[in-house]
């Protein structure tokens, strides 16, 4: 059974930075695509990054340039490292795995952003 465990969020203040981790109960290295998507109070959940195994990076363009996701084969981990905090990150954040016919999704960490 796959579980994802997230950590690290927290209260920032606007201009801060902040270490999200993503560990993971299988070998990442099988699936193409891990990734961040988050969702604030009532808005829909977006993307925020996306990597694959070859190092094929994709950000959601309002965290481009501030954000920086990465993962670690060996640790089974994914991370995102998250700069340049704005009061509008403010948000749970999700890890996700892609996997054969379907996506495995972790609890969300709370990011709060203070201005």
């Known amino acids: 059974q796959v579980q994802l465990v997230e950590s690290g969020g927290g209260l920032v203040q606007s201009g801060g930075s902040l270490r999200l981790s993503c560990a993971a109960s299988v070998s990442i290295s099988t699936f193409y695509v891990t990734g961040w998507y988050r969702q604030a109070p009532g808005k829909q959940r977006e993307l925020v990054a996306t990597i694959t195994t070859g190092g094929s990076k994709n950000y959601g363009d309002s965290v481009r340039g501030r954000f920086t996701i990465s993962r670690d084969n060996a640790k089974n981990t994914v991370y995102l490292q998250m700069d340049t905090l704005k009061p509008e990150d403010t948000a749970v954040y999700s890890c996700?795995?892609?996997?054969?016919?379907?996506?495995?999704w972790g609890q969300g960490t709370q990011v709060t952003v203070s201005s």
């Open positions: 996700m795995i892609r996997g054969v016919g379907r996506d495995y």
